[in-house]
């Protein structure tokens, strides 16, 4: 792997040779990365596992086509025939009236914030097998628990260099800590399974190991004998695991490249009142130490923190240049790259800002509702907002939380979800997407 330095200098001079050799614009971007994991399972050592990947991409525009090629060579003989053949591309490809750089007076200026994303400490194998180990032994000594599904802990390293052909050259490095355990509890076909994990940029900022096997143990004893939820139309309370989700649907609805297809539900609604007025989101690329911070996007533009929603309006699109271009409108440096292609959209750290009362408080006047702690499929229409997705939980009753429920559905339509959503003061910020226990009004439950 390059240092950020030397991935700097090889996009640059990819970027030179692509000029060179006729190419009108261009950027060059490096990603590289290596992790070590190390997993266990009832006490034995079950795999160990060693990655290592590095890859640099080019995109040229000549024409006003572009063209997009990658090579995991960084080699000067293979960038000299990738600048090549990706002129090439581009001149036998179809114009873009909407592709290109972005804008170069809104590039980042200056080197990129330090947003400490780099913890120094290594993890030996021999530290990453004690910490899965131990994890597991507080996951399987939870009274209740029957079997192991396993125990891992990881370390990683990365890499991001982007340097554009008007002036723009950035790089920086990341790491990377997890820790995870799943166990089973119950025999036979009354078997149930769930899991606790944690990832972190520095391994001081992770949870133990034994917290973490503690709540998988006692998560999983927790689903034992589902009962079946009644039909019928009642609230639902969202977990912290799974309300997040709900967060990622409207990520989704305002991207700039949806709304330039038109294809989201949430169309023609930029400044609308979607939430109560409680309700805040906001997306801060620059957290310390955040699992998704940036000091810049993926076309060299610098990010800041934004309110998507603001006091239950929503503030606008997310955009990279090109879906800008479509919509006349600018660039909002969210802007995400892979190793090849042209950029997509990505928020960073997303936070649902809490509500004022707890979770039980939120509770409290539920006399019959369910609480959902897993949501299963995929049955969201980002086009008119449906949503159906299959769930388990437990039941509310009369304010408090009663006995397991699982092989249920809810169903409803995201704008007017939105629209019903109160949150509970529980934030904890650690998985990219973060909300507090969620409550939704009048969802239809189908059970039995």
Not at 135 to 147: F, I, K, L, P, Q
Not at 223 to 236: D, E, I
């Amino acid at each position: 792997m390059l240092s950020t330095a030397q991935a700097q200098e090889r996009c640059e001079a990819l970027v030179t040779r692509a000029v060179r050799l006729g190419a009108e614009a261009g950027d060059a971007i490096y990603l590289a990365s290596a992790s070590e994991s190390v997993a266990v399972r009832l006490g034995a050592l079950e795999d160990v596992e060693r990655s290592e990947s590095e890859h640099v991409g080019l995109r040229v525009f000549v024409g006003g086509a572009s063209a997009s090629i990658g090579s995991t060579d960084l080699g000067d003989a293979a960038l000299d025939e990738l600048a090549s053949r990706a002129v090439a591309m581009a001149r036998a490809a179809p114009p873009d009236k909407f592709a290109g750089l972005a804008p170069q007076d809104r590039l980042l200026q200056g080197a990129p914030v330090d947003l400490d994303l780099d913890d120094p400490r290594e993890r030996a194998p021999a530290e990453l097998r004690t910490m899965a180990e131990a994890a597991e032994d507080a996951a399987r000594s939870v009274a209740g628990v029957t079997n192991s599904e396993g125990a891992s802990a990881s370390a990683g390293r990365g890499i991001m260099a982007l340097a554009t052909s008007h002036g723009f050259a950035g790089s920086y490095s990341t790491t990377s800590h997890s820790i995870s355990a799943s166990v089973l509890a119950g025999e036979g076909g009354g078997m149930q399974s769930d899991y606790c994990w944690r990832s972190t940029r520095h391994a001081a900022d992770l949870r133990s190991p034994e917290e973490i096997g503690r709540r998988a143990g006692e998560r999983t004893v927790r689903r034992l004998n589902p009962a079946k939820l009644k039909s019928g139309t009642m609230p639902v309370v969202f977990d912290p695991r799974v309300g997040n989700s709900l967060v990622g649907h409207l990520l989704a609805a305002i991207s700039g490249a949806s709304i330039a297809r038109r294809a989201s539900f949430l169309l023609d609604r930029a400044g609308a009142q979607l939430f109560d007025s409680s309700i805040t989101i906001l997306d801060d690329p620059h957290r310390l130490r955040g699992t998704r911070s940036r000091p810049f996007d993926g076309e060299g533009l610098p990010t800041a923190p934004r309110a998507l929603v603001e006091r239950g309006r929503l503030t606008g699109w997310l955009m990279d240049s090109a879906a800008a271009r479509q919509l006349g409108e600018a660039p909002t440096g969210h802007a995400a790259r892979g190793a090849s292609g042209a950029p997509g959209v990505s928020a960073s750290n997303v936070v649902l800002q809490p509500g004022t009362v707890s979770p039980a408080a939120l509770m409290a006047d539920i006399a019959d509702g369910v609480y959902v702690t897993e949501l299963i499929g995929q049955g969201v229409n980002g086009v008119t907002g449906d949503y159906s997705r299959g769930a388990s939980g437990f039941r509310i009753v009369d304010g408090a939380l009663a006995g397991p429920v699982a092989e249920f559905t809810i169903a409803g339509n995201l704008i007017e979800m939105f629209a019903a959503l109160v949150a509970a003061d529980d934030l904890d910020i650690h998985r990219g997407i973060d909300t507090p226990t969620l409550r939704i009004d009048a969802m239809s439950i189908a059970g039995d």
